[in-house]
Protein backbone atom coordinates (compact mmCIF):
# COMPACT_ATOMS: atom_id res chain seq x y z
CA UNK A 1 0.00 0.00 0.00
CA UNK A 2 2.81 2.33 0.71
CA UNK A 3 4.38 1.97 -3.02
CA UNK A 4 1.04 2.23 -4.32
CA UNK A 5 0.64 5.69 -2.47
CA UNK A 6 4.35 6.96 -3.10
CA UNK A 7 3.43 6.18 -7.31
CA UNK A 8 0.25 8.16 -6.87
CA UNK A 9 1.95 10.62 -4.98
CA UNK A 10 4.81 10.68 -7.82
CA UNK A 11 2.30 10.66 -10.69
CA UNK A 12 0.41 14.01 -9.05
CA UNK A 13 3.91 15.87 -8.71
CA UNK A 14 5.36 14.86 -12.35
CA UNK A 15 3.15 17.01 -14.32
CA UNK A 16 4.38 20.27 -11.99
CA UNK A 17 7.86 19.61 -13.34
CA UNK A 18 7.55 19.47 -17.01
CA UNK A 19 10.15 19.05 -19.72
CA UNK A 20 11.88 21.68 -21.86
CA UNK A 21 9.62 21.21 -25.05
CA UNK A 22 6.46 19.70 -22.99
CA UNK A 23 6.97 16.23 -25.84
CA UNK A 24 6.85 13.93 -23.07
CA UNK A 25 3.88 13.47 -20.76
CA UNK A 26 3.44 10.97 -17.62
CA UNK A 27 0.14 10.77 -15.90
CA UNK A 28 -2.60 8.66 -14.34
CA UNK A 29 -5.13 7.89 -11.50
CA UNK A 30 -6.36 5.30 -9.00
CA UNK A 31 -9.59 4.23 -7.99
CA UNK A 32 -11.66 2.25 -5.36
CA UNK A 33 -14.42 1.03 -5.34
CA UNK A 34 -16.64 -1.13 -2.65
CA UNK A 35 -19.94 -2.43 -2.55
CA UNK A 36 -21.62 -4.32 0.02
CA UNK A 37 -24.57 -6.47 -0.33
CA UNK A 38 -27.09 -7.10 2.88
CA UNK A 39 -28.83 -10.27 2.13
CA UNK A 40 -32.90 -9.67 2.68
CA UNK A 41 -32.67 -13.33 4.05
CA UNK A 42 -32.26 -13.69 8.06
CA UNK A 43 -29.54 -16.22 7.60
CA UNK A 44 -27.74 -15.12 4.61
CA UNK A 45 -24.12 -13.65 5.21
CA UNK A 46 -23.13 -9.98 4.36
CA UNK A 47 -21.03 -10.31 0.80
CA UNK A 48 -19.20 -7.67 -0.91
CA UNK A 49 -16.55 -6.90 -3.50
CA UNK A 50 -13.67 -4.61 -3.65
CA UNK A 51 -12.33 -3.02 -7.43
CA UNK A 52 -9.04 -1.23 -7.25
CA UNK A 53 -8.04 0.29 -10.52
CA UNK A 54 -4.49 1.92 -11.38
CA UNK A 55 -3.70 3.29 -14.82
CA UNK A 56 -0.74 4.48 -16.32
CA UNK A 57 -0.52 6.82 -19.02
CA UNK A 58 2.89 7.55 -21.06
CA UNK A 59 3.12 10.28 -23.95
CA UNK A 60 5.71 10.82 -26.58
CA UNK A 61 5.85 13.03 -29.32
CA UNK A 62 9.36 13.68 -30.97
CA UNK A 63 8.00 15.51 -33.88
CA UNK A 64 4.83 17.39 -35.17
CA UNK A 65 3.83 14.42 -37.23
CA UNK A 66 4.61 11.52 -35.01
CA UNK A 67 3.81 10.55 -31.05
CA UNK A 68 3.62 7.71 -29.34
CA UNK A 69 0.92 6.32 -26.32
CA UNK A 70 1.22 4.09 -23.93
CA UNK A 71 -1.56 3.10 -21.54
CA UNK A 72 -1.11 0.09 -18.87
CA UNK A 73 -4.38 -0.75 -16.60
CA UNK A 74 -3.82 -3.01 -13.34
CA UNK A 75 -7.50 -3.76 -11.91
CA UNK A 76 -7.19 -6.17 -9.20
CA UNK A 77 -11.01 -7.57 -7.66
CA UNK A 78 -11.22 -8.95 -3.97
CA UNK A 79 -14.67 -10.62 -4.66
CA UNK A 80 -17.16 -12.87 -1.92
CA UNK A 81 -17.58 -16.68 -3.59
CA UNK A 82 -21.41 -16.41 -3.07
CA UNK A 83 -21.22 -13.52 -5.87
CA UNK A 84 -19.77 -15.87 -8.39
CA UNK A 85 -22.92 -18.59 -8.19
CA UNK A 86 -26.23 -17.50 -9.41
CA UNK A 87 -27.76 -14.45 -7.11
CA UNK A 88 -31.00 -15.39 -5.18
CA UNK A 89 -31.73 -11.81 -5.83
CA UNK A 90 -32.00 -11.99 -9.73
CA UNK A 91 -35.81 -12.09 -10.72
CA UNK A 92 -37.19 -12.10 -14.14
CA UNK A 93 -37.51 -14.55 -17.56
CA UNK A 94 -35.04 -16.97 -17.92
CA UNK A 95 -32.25 -15.87 -20.13
CA UNK A 96 -32.90 -18.63 -22.69
CA UNK A 97 -36.82 -17.43 -22.86
CA UNK A 98 -36.66 -14.13 -24.30
CA UNK A 99 -37.71 -15.49 -27.81
CA UNK A 100 -41.29 -16.43 -29.05
CA UNK A 101 -39.74 -18.44 -31.75
CA UNK A 102 -36.72 -19.15 -34.08
CA UNK A 103 -36.48 -17.74 -37.48
CA UNK A 104 -34.77 -19.74 -39.75
Not at 44 to 57: C, D, E, K, M, W
Request: hydrophobic share 45%; charged share 15%.
Amino acid sequence: MKKILTLVIYLAITPLVGTADAEFRVGGYYKNFSTVFNSPFPDAPITGIVVNRLRFNLSYAPADVLSFAFAYDFTPRVQDPLLFSQSPFAVGVASSRYRVADLD
